[in-house]
């Protein structure tokens, strides 16, 4: 494992776990865009869930690597369809935001298999 892995690993996890936060907290940033782009309440607390989940996963992948590939490509995979839900919704101005949070993790991925 090379600290360019680690370092991008934590960052995933706390950027991830941040996004997981205000999802819970019901931010203002957070819940406003998924009310406008029809994202049902009741499925608010289950998609922070995930990315509490992943966040962890994130974590837990550096001691244990396959738990941390599995994390990395769920992350991936959540937010490969926040991208399609805000292109649905016709907010692509917004479609930047959940690529800055697959990014970090799509790094950890790339970073841990090529270790």
């Given at each position: 494992m090379s600290v360019a892995h680690t370092v991008v690993?934590?960052?995933g996890a706390l950027?991830?776990?941040?996004?997981?936060?205000?999802?819970?907290?019901?931010?203002?940033?957070?819940?406003?865009?998924?009310?406008q782009y029809g994202v049902p309440r009741a499925w608010w607390t289950w998609l922070g869930v995930?990315?509490?989940?992943?966040?962890?996963?994130?974590?837990?992948?550096?001691a244990v690597p396959a738990v941390g590939?599995?994390?990395?490509?769920?992350?991936?995979?959540?937010?490969?369809?926040?991208v399609i839900t805000v292109a649905r919704a016709g907010a692509y101005a917004h479609i930047p935001f959940p690529l800055?949070?697959?990014?970090?993790a799509a790094a950890s991925l790339a970073l841990g298999l090529a270790a």
């Open positions: 690993t934590v960052l950027m991830v776990g941040f996004s997981a936060y205000s999802v819970f907290a019901k931010a203002e940033y957070v819940v406003g865009p998924l009310a995930a990315k509490a989940a992943g966040a962890l996963g994130l974590l837990a992948g550096l590939y599995a994390a990395a490509v769920g992350i991936v995979l959540y937010f490969l369809g926040a800055i949070y697959l990014a970090p």
